[in-house]
Nanobody, 117 residues
Framework: QVQLVESGGGLVQAGGSLRVSCAAS????????MGWYRQAPGKQRELVAM???????NYADSVKGRFTISRDNARNTVYLQMNNLKPEDTAVYYC???????????WGQGTQVTVSS
């Protein structure tokens, strides 16, 4: 099992910045991907950004150029720096850990990000 503990999030005005973090613990695998999904009210959960254990990143088109994902492998922690936030970024952000190559998903409890206009 993998446990994910998220921190960060909160309320910010449009144009502002926030950083969310997620620390993984438990039975971790050498090959993995960590990242963030988000879910706004009435919408499906969507990928925001992912980074593999090798450092390959993937971003949703809507956040490219504004969000940056990074990780500290020694701390098994992933970070999402969110700049130039927009009201449409408002959602619950969920940390995700993918055990590879089996592609098993683990989820955090979610952290609220609210961007006011």
């Amino acid at each position: 099992q993998v446990q994910l503990v998220e921190s960060g999030g909160g309320l910010v005005q449009a144009g502002g910045s926030l950083r969310v973090s997620c620390a993984a613990s438990g039975t971790l695998s050498t090959l993995n991907a960590m990242g963030w999904y988000r879910q706004a009210p009435g919408k499906q959960r969507e990928l925001v950004a992912m980074i593999t254990s090798g450092g390959t990143t993937n971003y949703a088109d809507s956040v490219k150029g504004r969000f940056t994902i990074s990780r500290d492998n020694a701390r098994n922690t992933v970070y999402l720096q969110m700049n130039n936030l927009k009201p449409e970024d408002t959602a619950v952000y969920y940390c995700n850990y993918k055990r590879l190559p089996q592609w098993v998903d683990y989820w955090g409890q979610g952290t609220q990000v609210t961007v006011s206009s």
